[in-house]
T-cell receptor, first 110, second 115 residues
Framework: QKEVEQNSGPLSVPEGAIASLNCTYSDRGSQSFFWYRQYSGKSPELIMFIYSNGDKEDGRFTAQLNKASQYVSLLIRDSQPSDSATYLCAVGDRDDKIIFGKGTRLHILP | ETGVTQSPTHLIKTRGQQVTLRCSSQSGHNTVSWYQQALGQGPQFIFQYYREEENGRGNFPPRFSGLQFPNYSSELNVNALELDDSALYLC??????????????FGNGTRLTVT
């Protein structure tokens, strides 16, 4: 069974610091990788997506993909209290569509 | 641009009953996926519809069924409700049959409670 693994947290990061969220996946054939943010009681919203090895930056967010290690990460620079949420890693492949991890709870300390 | 809308927002049902949840996809999107999210868990893939045909199914029993209509809106039906069906049900729309490569855009979800 294909799996997406995340540390459930909580991950506590001081305001203004860099938050680093990690995810590993089991299927080497996975082709697309997504990060979603989910506030308590709300639905997931897309933060970043990445398809190729390397880094992809969008504002304060950077997604990093290493297909050889089956590892994807999300860096949040200059963390703000509003970044406190659960971050879901999701992986897509042709057979299983998009599969989500259980999420990492991030808490930004003011 | 109209986003994904789901109805109802909350629902309480009794074990053994049947329920229908509804979803209107984002304008321009032709693929709808349904997910179940239990408390403290990540979303679990139920199934996906592309142009009115089921285009993929997760590990859910047949009592979970769906439809997609010509306007790309969709329904999720669950028969013989069980207590473990209590969860947030998320509808997401995307573009194209190869939706594993397309970001999902979620609605606000339907919170189902089975008593």
């Amino acid at each position: 069974q294909k799996e997406v693994e995340q540390n459930s947290g909580p991950l506590s990061v001081p305001e203004g610091a860099i938050a680093s969220l990690n995810c590993t996946y089991s299927d080497r054939g996975s082709q697309s990788f997504f990060w979603y943010r989910q506030y308590s009681g709300k639905s997931p919203e897309l933060i970043m997506f990445i398809y190729s090895n390397g880094d992809k930056e969008d504002g304060r967010f950077t997604a990093q993909l290493n297909k050889a290690s089956q590892y994807v990460s999300l860096l949040i620079r200059d963390s703000q209290p509003s970044d406190s949420a659960t971050y879901l890693c999701a992986v897509g492949d042709r057979d299983d569509k998009i599969i989500f991890g259980k999420g990492t709870r991030l808490h930004i300390l003011p | 641009e109209t986003g994904v809308t789901q109805s109802p927002t909350h629902l309480i049902k009794t074990r053994g009953q049947q329920v229908t949840l509804r979803c209107s996809s984002q304008s321009g999107h032709n693929t709808v996926s349904w997910y179940q999210q239990a408390l403290g868990q990540g979303p679990q893939f139920i199934f996906q519809y592309y142009r009115e045909e089921e285009n993929g199914r997760g590990n859910f029993p047949p009592r979970f069924s769906g439809l997609q209509f010509p306007n790309y809106s969709s329904e999720l039906n669950v028969n013989a409700l069980e207590l473990d069906d209590s969860a947030l049900y998320l509808c997401a729309s995307s573009l194209g049959p190869d939706s594993y490569n397309s970001p999902l855009h979620f609605g606000n979800g339907t919170r189902l409670t089975v008593t």
